[in-house]
T-cell receptor, first 115, second 114 residues
Framework: DAGVIQSPRHEVTEMGQEVTLRCKPI?????LFWYRQTMMRGLELLIY????????DSGMPEDRFSAKMPNASFSTLKIQPSEPRDSAVYFCASSHERGSGYEQYFGPGTRLTVT | KNQVEQSPQSLIILEGKNCTLQCNYTVSPFSNLRWYKQDTGRGPVSLTIMTFSENTKSNGRYTATLDADTKQSSLHITASQLSDSASYIC?????????????WGLGTSLAVNP
């Protein structure tokens, strides 16, 4: 299995621009998580999907952030408009809930820089 | 407030030496505790997962311990190797049987020098 796939790996954009991050979970996994990681706050859960349905979006910082999961093999995280404080590494993770000891498998991350 | 605190924040050791990383948590109710290894520029990878009834769990040269009474965990690395240089993150789940809500520590940055 290729593992969780994220694209792009790096994104540099100017303040005010729209940013779209993409994720392909591991085939057969039915839960998908979006995280943000910074030095100051560590890993923070933004939103969690189960069977393509958003279950918990309480971690989404504000309305500028939105996430979708149109099918079991694809999800997007969009920031519009982007701001410098959004600069971070964004991780996508998937899990086969109720299996594998509830383990989450992480993608390589997208490093976002907003200037 | 549910929290996970790790110490030390960073650590430098020589190759071949042992080290122990600490994790204290105030998460309640407790479901399980995990240790993740995160190499620079990569996503976290699970090392161990322990439930309330497990005191010790090993994964090769990594041994995790859990004291649910004192709410403390440790990760012991034996005979360290250069490839052990990474961030080690302690994560506690506060939903029984559910991995949706995890409380993440900030990690311990370990550098193994030759």
């Amino acid at each position: 299995d290729a593992g969780v796939i994220q694209s792009p790996r790096h994104e540099v954009t100017e303040m005010g621009q729209e940013v779209t991050l993409r994720c392909k979970p591991i085939s057969g996994h039915n839960s998908l998580f979006w995280y943000r990681q910074t030095m100051m706050r560590g890993l923070e859960l933004l939103i969690y999907f189960n069977n393509n349905v958003p279950i918990d979006d309480s971690g989404m910082p504000e309305d500028r952030f939105s996430a979708k999961m149109p099918n079991a093999s694809f999800s997007t995280l969009k920031i519009q408009p982007s701001e410098p404080r959004d600069s971070a590494v964004y991780f996508c993770a998937s899990s086969h809930e109720r299996g594998s000891g509830y383990e989450q498998y992480f993608g390589p991350g997208t490093r976002l820089t907003v200037t | 407030k549910n929290q996970v605190e790790q110490s030390p924040q960073s650590l430098i050791i020589l190759e071949g030496k042992n080290c122990t990383l600490q994790c204290n948590y105030t998460v309640s109710p407790f479901s399980n505790l995990r240790w993740y290894k995160q190499d620079t520029g990569r996503g976290p990878v699970s090392l161990t997962i322990m439930t309330f009834s497990e005191n010790t769990k090993s994964n090769g040269r990594y041994t995790a311990t859990l004291d649910a009474d004192t709410k403390q965990s440790s990760l012991h690395i034996t005979a360290s190797q250069l490839s052990d240089s990474a961030s080690y993150i302690c994560v506690v789940s506060d939903y029984a049987g559910n991995n949706r809500k995890l409380i993440w520590g900030l990690g311990t940055s370990l550098a193994v020098n030759p």
